[in-house]
């Protein structure tokens, strides 16, 4: 089970590609944040699709990959100004499906 986490490390501008914080750097580039933060407990991300168009998430994702699911805890956030326009709009952002 997941210890209640007193920390909540924010992951907004991984893979920023819309030039907010000047990088488009890749999950490598993160790794060793990353690492460090699981090694000393922080286990609490926070991250949304809204963050350069899930590049925050995927970033995050092949980070985690290497961690053992129970022993993270992940937030992420909808956004319906980003979910295009298809008949199923939450649906098509879990699959990666833009209909705009």
């Known amino acids: 089970m997941t210890t209640a986490a007193k920390i909540v490390l924010g992951a907004w501008a991984w893979g920023d ?5 000047g990088n488009g750097y890749s999950a ?3 790794k060793a944040v990353y ?11 926070d991250t949304a699709y809204a963050y350069s168009k899930g590049n925050s998430e995927t ?9 053992p699911r129970e022993k993270l805890v992940v ?6 100004q980003l979910a295009g326009t298809g008949e199923h709009p939450v649906m098509d ?3 990666g499906v833009r209909n705009d």
Do not use: C, V
């Not at 590609?17 to 914080?21: A, C, E, K, Q, S």
């Not at 970033?59 to 961690?67: A, E, K, N, Y």
């Open 93 to 95: 952002m879990f699959k």
């Open 35 to 45: 690492d460090e933060a699981i090694k000393r407990g922080l286990n609490f991300w």
């Open 59 to 67: 970033i995050l994702g092949q980070l985690m990959r290497t961690t």
């Open 17 to 21: 590609t819309d030039n907010y914080f």
């Open 28 to 30: 490598e580039h993160f």
């Open 75 to 80: 937030s992420t956030k909808f956004t319906p």
